[in-house]
């Protein structure tokens, strides 16, 4: 009974409500907005302002008119399209007391895939392979304002912990208000293994780039190189697979007697070590 006296005066409230825009015209959609929610400061019977807080699903309607491009329009002005702001209420105050907004046209676009994971390993073990999400790319629609600077979308923050297995799995994209995906997921693989060190001799290093008239003689002319990667990739590669090499204008440049090999190593590993890190050389001219 004491309720029911007490929620049957008169009180004032602020409330805030999220907008929303009608009336567009096909094949248009919101752009910018120079405000998203609202706030409203009513007054009314203790009853129907409860209504309004367990209902919470208001949303402040503004009508575009059919028009497009940019348009500012006072929110006091907008208050025949809310039906549930009744005549049991008074509107005391709209902050802010107008908004600007802009009707754009819908647009559908390319974006690349990015993952956002963050990855413990198991002690010794590390990622053995390139990164693969599918799909690689999406198509993502919206306005055009707000499609002009999106290029990259992300996937929720995914924790992968204390791995010794290979990865496999399904995340959703990080949502963009007023952007649709073309679809909400994407599949990430990547292979881990337990990462060792290789030790790879008698790696012969290449000489490029030197003119016919000269020759350039290292030595030694061969090298040894230590690498890093997964117990499995690093089975399978032979010193074929490591390439060494001096380019000639690179020794010119050097006011050293000594010159640094440039390697390269497959993908998916780490140098360690190059023995010897240096070469000495001579240049003999015919």
Same mark, same amino acid.
């Given at each position: ?11 004032? =409230?602020? &409330? ?9 015209? /096909?094949?248009?959609? /919101?752009?910018?907005?120079?405000? /998203? ?6 007054? %009314? ?12 699903? +208001? $949303? ?6 059919? #028009?497009?491009?940019? #348009? ?56 053995? !392979? ?6 690689? #790319? &999406?198509? &993502?629609?919206?306005?055009? !304002? ?8 992300? =996937? ?18 990080? $949502? *963009? ?17 337990? *990462? ?15 003119? +016919? ?7 030694? %002319? /061969? ?11 690093? %089975? ?13 204008? $690179?020794?010119?440049? !050097? ?32």
């Amino acid at each position: 009974m004491w309720g029911s006296i007490s929620l049957s005066g008169e009180y004032t =409230t602020t &409330i805030k409500v999220p907008v929303g825009l009608i009336d567009l015209p /096909k094949n248009y959609t /919101k752009g910018d907005i120079s405000d /998203k929610e609202i706030y409203l400061r009513l007054r %009314g019977k203790g009853w129907e302002l409860a209504k309004l807080f367990l209902a919470r699903n +208001q $949303e402040f309607l503004i009508s575009a008119r059919r #028009q497009v491009g940019k #348009q500012r329009v006072s929110l006091r002005d907008e208050l025949e399209n809310n039906s549930w702001i009744t005549s049991s209420f008074r509107v005391i105050e709209i902050a802010p007391s107008s908004i600007q907004f802009e009707v754009d046209r819908i647009i559908t676009k390319k974006v690349i895939v990015k993952p956002n994971l963050v990855v413990d390993f198991k002690e010794s073990f590390g990622i053995a !392979s390139e990164i693969s999400v599918r799909p690689e #790319q &999406i198509e &993502i629609s919206g306005s055009e !304002s707000r499609l002009r600077n999106i290029d990259t979308i992300f =996937t929720e923050q995914t924790e992968l912990k204390q791995l010794s297995e290979p990865v496999d799995v399904t995340v959703k994209f990080l $949502e *963009i208000d007023g952007v649709s995906f073309s679809t909400d997921k994407c599949q990430i693989q990547f292979d881990v293994q337990k *990462i060792v060190d290789k030790s790879f001799d008698d790696i012969l290093v290449e000489t490029r780039n030197v003119p +016919q008239s000269k020759e350039l003689v290292l030595y030694p %002319g /061969k090298i040894s190189v230590i690498i890093k990667g997964g117990i499995n990739k690093l %089975g399978r590669l032979t010193k074929d697979s490591i390439t060494a090499y001096v380019d000639f204008w $690179e020794v010119l440049r !050097s006011d050293e007697g000594e010159v640094e090999p440039i390697i390269k190593i497959p993908a998916n590993t780490v140098l360690v070590d190059v023995k010897p890190k240096k070469l000495e050389y001579i240049i003999k001219q015919f």
